[in-house]
């Protein structure tokens, strides 16, 4: 019986959780952490629940539950991609007012699901991830754990 292959989800590492993934999700994975490290280079990666994050913040929810989150974060999941983009211009989430420019992501609040990379136009992600940046929410930082 074949050993099966460590889970993405468990690496300690952005590295090895690209490493782990299966193509070409690989492939996509690494060029969309290439950009966003292009892109944000001040937003340093690191693994927090289960995907990669980039940069850090504080948060305290109306509950008064509070912890860090990433700025920005990527995910593989099963059937698609997860670009989640943690900011707000006014009252308005960031990557929702993104719909009319990225046509053929799925586009929910704070993220940006897609089942191909090369589905999305380049320059507005670029746009995108700037913004969010940008946008972080005011207690960031660009450290991260890990």
Request: glycine share 8%; net charge positive; with cysteine.
């Amino acid at each position: 019986m074949a050993a099966s292959k460590p889970d993405p989800k468990d690496a300690p590492t952005p590295a090895q959780y690209i490493a782990r993934l299966d193509e070409p999700r690989r492939s996509q994975i690494k060029e969309l952490h290439d950009l966003v490290r292009t892109t944000v280079p001040a937003l340093r990666p690191h693994m927090q629940a289960g995907m990669i994050g980039y940069g850090s913040y504080h948060y305290r929810g109306r509950s008064g539950r509070e912890g860090d989150w990433p700025v920005i974060a990527v995910a593989s999941n099963k059937q698609y991609i997860s670009l989640y983009v943690m900011a707000t211009v006014g009252a308005a989430y960031l990557a929702e007012t993104y719909k009319d420019r990225l046509p053929k992501a799925s586009i929910g609040r704070s993220c940006v699901r897609f089942r191909r990379l090369e589905d999305l136009d380049r320059r507005t992600l670029t746009t995108l991830l700037r913004e969010g940046a940008k946008y972080a929410p005011k207690d960031s930082s660009t450290g991260g754990r890990g």
